[in-house]
């Protein structure tokens, strides 16, 4: 399984943005969705994950700002970003699980930057 994501880009606090990831194939049945990111200097954490069966959730500082969805159709994962702040500037990476086979797929990251 290959991941492509997109979308990232430069920003003002306040700001939007809506980040995509193209897998390969269809997965969303059998692996959950989600998305992380690395500050520089910091370890990489989970932002946002959408179940095989839709449920979702996030982390606590996103919660309100972030929404992750998926268009089965087209085999794509969305995490729409409003409200943006400085402190969400990152390289965010698309991650695929499945935790029953013990097997994950990682997307390429892409930048956002958040100017204050």
């Known amino acids: 399984v290959q991941l492509q994501a997109s979308g990232g880009g430069l920003v003002q606090t306040g700001g939007s943005l809506r980040l995509s990831c193209a897998a390969s194939r269809s997965i969303f049945s059998l692996y959950r969705m989600g998305w992380y990111r690395q500050a520089p200097g910091k370890q990489r954490d989970l932002v946002a994950r959408?179940?095989?069966?839709?449920?979702?959730d996030y982390e606590d500082s996103v919660k309100g700002r972030f929404t992750i969805s998926r268009d089965v159709a087209k085999n794509t994962v969305y995490l729409q970003m409003n409200s943006l702040r400085p402190e969400d500037t990152a390289v965010y990476y698309c991650n695929a699980d499945q935790p029953f086979y013990a097997t994950q797929y990682w997307g390429q990251g892409t930048l956002v930057t958040v100017s204050s």
């Open positions: 959408i179940s095989s069966g839709g449920s979702t």
